[in-house]
Nanobody
Framework: QVQLVESGGGLVQAGGSLRLSCVAS??????????VAWFRQAPGKEREFVSH????????YYADSVKGRFTISRENAKNTVYLQMNTLKPDDTAVYYC?????????????????WGQGTQVTVSS
């Protein structure tokens, strides 16, 4: 069993930046065995893929809507994945979730992830 806890959300003006963190824990956890992704869900919308990082930190994948603005990274020694979000837009407002899986790399569907955090709210004002 893996527990994921997100942090770093908040209220920011358009054009600003935030860094989200996702810390994993669990009995006998070997974090490098897991691929990790970020998803987001805005009110009234479906949960959507944002970014994904492979076991060792590369390769990484991004949704077209965030490419060039967001950067995903991981520190396996700290059981942590980060999402650096720059040049934020009001459309980025959502609850952001991290998810983990021991399965294949590059997965973009939320149904393919077994472990989820509780989410952290990101609000971007115009």
């Amino acid at each position: 069993q893996v527990q994921l806890v997100e942090s770093g959300g908040g209220l920011v003006q358009a054009g600003g930046s935030l860094r989200l963190s996702c810390v994993a824990s669990g009995r006998s956890l070997r974090f490098s065995d897991y691929v990790v992704a970020w998803f987001r869900q805005a009110p009234g919308k479906e949960r959507e893929f944002v970014s994904h990082v492979s076991w060792t930190g590369a390769p990484t994948y991004y949704a077209d809507s965030v490419k060039g603005r967001f950067t995903i990274s991981r520190e396996n020694a700290k059981n942590t994945v980060y999402l650096q979000m720059n040049t934020l837009k009001p459309d980025d407002t959502a609850v952001y979730y991290c998810a983990a899986n021991q399965g294949a790399d590059g997965l973009r569907s939320s149904t393919q992830y077994n472990y989820w955090g509780q989410g952290t709210q990101v609000t971007v004002s115009s």
